[in-house]
Nanobody
Framework: QLQASGGGLVQTGGSLRLSCAAS????????MGWFRQAPGKEREFVAAISWSGGSTYYADSVKGRFTISKDDAKNTVYLQMNSLKPLDTAVYYCAAAPGWATILMTEYLYWGQGTQVTVSS
């Protein structure tokens, strides 16, 4: 199971840190990713991190502002979000993939319930 938390309401330019706690077969020893879905839009890739933590990938829209990291001892993946913009408003989902880190949503087999992030202008 994946449990996402840390969402909330923040002003433009603010920061939030999302957490995704994994348990059972969806622990963080596989690739982990964050996706988001804004109202009326399709779910999109945000960031991913490899099993080792040595490789990370970001959507162009968040590069330089978001950082994905993991703590295997806590079975938790984080998404540090800085310089938030209203366009970042969405429900954020964490997901786990059994193989390599990837931006492809279809490779992620396990999904958390999502956490709402709202950025006010």
């Amino acid at each position: 199971q994946l449990q996402a938390s840390g969402g909330g309401l923040v002003q433009t330019g603010g920061s939030l840190r999302l957490s995704c706690a994994a348990s059972g077969r969806t622990d963080t020893r596989g690739a982990m990713g964050w996706f988001r879905q804004a109202p009326g839009k399709e779910r999109e890739f945000v960031a991913a991190i490899s099993w080792s933590g040595g490789s990370t990938y970001y959507a162009d829209s968040v590069k330089g502002r978001f950082t994905i990291s993991k703590d295997d001892a806590k079975n938790t993946v984080y998404l540090q979000m800085n310089s938030l913009k209203p366009l970042d408003t969405a429900v954020y989902y964490c997901a786990a993939a059994p193989g390599w880190a990837t931006i492809l949503m279809t490779e992620y087999l396990y999904w958390g319930q999502g956490t709402q992030v709202t950025v006010s202008s």
